[in-house]
């Protein structure tokens, strides 16, 4: 067996919050979506990182579970950088489809197809961002694919960000539409390459003001139900012309993926 050199864990720990069933719109998207699924069960022994499980390792377990749905031996490996965390979830651990190790954004040394890290860069400057996606990335085979976002504390309102090794692909919005006063408070997670670009003039405030103007518009079909009023903002976020990405069966769900050069920074 070739000797793994031993790398020093780059990052910042995290607050460590977690639970239950916290990243489930990011999973089942995980698990559905045409690039992240295709990804799975077109690679050779595929490995899925998850990085900063936090101080529980439910949502890495919880993860796993859903990834064989799509792939049956996948192999999930949770990175923590706090060595009491790692030693807690390895309770947890059934190697070698699902173990922990202690990482950063270097990886463990690993080569993963698929990372997701969710709630991480929150802590980090904006310009911090882009090196933090690129060390991912040069860590993983050239077809690899990085899932960052952040969610609140429950898991009702989720937003993330698909990343390839060309750049940002697409931006998710994920909401519970049960209780939804408006679209736009999705705003307060967005991730951390768009939270401080809600503003008049950037692409991401543009899209979430349409957003709330066609849910407001869209408010006699609350009576036909929430999902039926969520249904008719998208459609008219579309005609538009916005670019809806994604199935109706997802947009049901309370999604909407745009591509992210329609989100994109401007400058």
């Known amino acids: 067996m070739a000797h793994r050199p031993k790398l020093t864990p780059v990052g910042a720990p995290t607050r460590g919050t977690t639970n239950p069933n916290r990243l489930r719109r990011v999973d089942r998207w995980i698990a559905s979506a045409p690039a992240t699924s295709r990804l799975l069960r077109s690679a050779d022994a595929p490995l899925v990182v998850d990085l900063g499980y936090g101080a529980s390792p439910v949502t890495t377990v919880e993860l796993a579970r859903w990834l064989r749905r799509v792939r049956p031996d996948v192999r999930v490996l949770g990175l923590e950088l706090d060595p009491e965390r790692v030693a807690f979830a390895q309770s947890a651990a059934a190697p070698p489809l699902l173990d922990f190790r202690r990482g950063g954004f270097e990886l463990a040394g690993t080569r993963p197809v698929l990372v997701r890290a969710f709630n991480v860069l929150r802590q ?93 518009t869209a408010a006699p079909h609350q009576s036909f139900g929430v999902r039926s009023r969520w249904l008719e903002t998208v459609r008219r976020l579309a005609a538009r012309g916005w670019p809806v990405l994604g199935p109706p069966s997802r947009i049901r769900l309370g999604e909407l993926t745009v591509p992210w050069s329609a989100v994109a920074p401007t400058s």
């Open 124 to 216: 980090y400057a904006e310009d911090e961002v882009a090196g933090a996606w690129g060390l991912m990335l040069d860590s993983m085979p050239a077809e690899g694919l990085l899932v960052e976002g952040t969610c609140d504390e429950i898991g009702r309102l989720s937003t993330w960000v698909l990343v390839s090794r060309a750049g940002p692909v697409s931006l998710t919005l994920s909401m519970r539409l049960a209780g939804l006063e408006k679209p736009s408070t999705i705003a307060e997670r967005l991730p951390k390459a768009l939270i401080h670009r809600n503003v008049p003039g950037e692409r991401v405030h543009a899209l979430l003001t349409a957003l709330d103007a066609g849910w407001a």
